[in-house]
T-cell receptor, first 105, second 116 residues
Framework: DAKTTQPPSMDCAEGRAANLPCNHS???????VYWYRQIHSQGPQYIIHGLKNNETNEMASLIITEDRKSSTLILPHATLRDTAVYYCIVRAVNFGKGTSLLVTP | GAVVSQHPSRVICKSGTSVKIECRSLDFQATTMFWYRQFPKQSLMLMATSNEGSKATYEQGVEKDKFLINHASLTLSTLTVTSAHPEDSSFYICSATRQGAKNIQYFGAGTRLSVL
């Protein structure tokens, strides 16, 4: 299974864009990139997924590089409620350690 | 849509007893359901994958006789922790995928198990 690498933690000011990077250099051509987040003591929540094109939904935008070896999740206007651990996974169901995002007032 | 209900949300039991956790897909038929365990400040660890009507596939190191999984219908999977011990105390989370949804996982809210 393709592995992902994410920074362990990031800070973001409320109202600013949060850009969360993920490296998945061993991704295969038909593997999707999925992003989930987990707020403390809750089940994870699906955010967005993509294959090769950039994607946007009501929660976030996903930018995938042309070589598909990395991607960035963008929360355009972060709020305090976006404080969570964000997981980037590739096809498989095994979650890495994710990025702990702290949104500050 | 795509709501997964997990019950109970919290359970406290004595050592040696068995605990059953239910995972239901409320508004869709789940092609596959997954069971995870999460220890404090750690990531989710996949325990097993289950499909309706067939035996669950357990990850390496997970005792199938201790963690019994039953997937009796397309909307219900259960995890039974048999003869629970304090080291089984953890946060157990289920998820489900639905047909045509590109393997997106929809998660339950989790069950906090505390074994005394």
């Amino acid at each position: 299974d393709a592995k992902t690498t994410q920074p362990p933690s990031m800070d973001c000011a409320e109202g600013r864009a949060a850009n969360l990077p993920c490296n998945h250099s061993t991704i295969s051509g038909n593997e999707y990139v999925y992003w989930y987040r987990q707020i403390h003591s809750q089940g994870p929540q699906y955010i967005i997924h993509g294959l090769k094109n950039n994607e946007t939904n009501e929660m976030a935008s996903l930018i995938i590089t042309e070589d598909r070896k990395s991607s960035t999740l963008i929360l355009p206007h972060a709020t305090l409620r976006d404080t969570a651990v964000y997981y980037c996974i590739v096809r498989a169901v095994n979650f890495g350690k994710g990025t702990s995002l702290l949104v500050t007032p | 849509g795509a709501v997964v209900s997990q019950h109970p949300s919290r359970v406290i039991c004595k050592s040696g007893t068995s605990v059953k956790i239910e995972c239901r897909s409320l508004d869709f038929q789940a092609t596959t359901m997954f069971w995870y365990r999460q220890f404090p400040k750690q990531s989710l660890m996949l325990m097993a994958t289950s499909n309706e009507g067939s035996k669950a596939t357990y990850e390496q190191g997970v005792e199938k006789d201790k963690f019994l999984i039953n997937h009796a219908s397309l909307t219900l999977s259960t995890l039974t922790v048999t003869s629970a011990h304090p080291e089984d105390s953890s946060f157990y989370i289920c998820s489900a995928t639905r047909q045509g949804a590109k393997n997106i996982q929809y998660f339950g809210a989790g069950t906090r198990l505390s074994v005394l």
